[in-house]
């Protein structure tokens, strides 16, 4: 079983920056992938960023390119979310994902392990 902790998420005028935090404990193997995804008010769950532990490879939706960066932190299985020049649109409940099996995986139904998900608001 995985546990997946998000932070850091809150309140930012348009412009401004965030940086999301994801915590994973618990029996994680030393490849797996772990994703950020985002969902609006009554929108669907969309992807945002995905980072392979092995060999850092990583992807991004079109919607978020050049303003985000996905990293893994020093600290073993932390990984960060870096959102620059946010935009009103980008106003959701961020969840951090992961699984032990996929290769970078753009939606989210094949992601076994969720966290709670944390608020990130814009105002414009």
């Known amino acids: 079983q995985v546990q997946l902790v998000e932070s850091g998420g809150g309140f930012v005028e348009a412009g401004g920056s965030l940086r999301l935090s994801c915590a994973a404990s618990?029996?994680?193997?030393?490849?797996?992938?772990m994703g950020w995804f985002r969902q609006g008010l009554g929108k669907e769950r969309e992807f945002v960023a995905a980072?392979?532990?092995?060999?850092?490879?990583?992807a991004y939706a079109d919607s978020v390119k050049g303003r985000f960066t996905i990293s893994r932190g020093n600290a073993k299985n932390t990984m960060y979310l870096q959102m620059n020049s946010l935009k009103p649109e980008d106003t959701a409940v961020y969840y951090c994902?992961?699984?032990?099996?996929?290769?970078?995986?753009?939606?989210?139904?094949?992601?076994?392990?969720w966290g709670q998900g944390t608020q990130v608001t814009v105002s414009s």
């Open positions: 980072i392979m532990w092995s060999g850092g490879s990583t």
């Open positions: 618990g029996r994680t193997t030393s490849s797996y992938t």
């Open positions: 994902a992961l699984d032990p099996d996929l290769d970078i995986t753009r939606t989210p139904t094949p992601y076994r392990y």
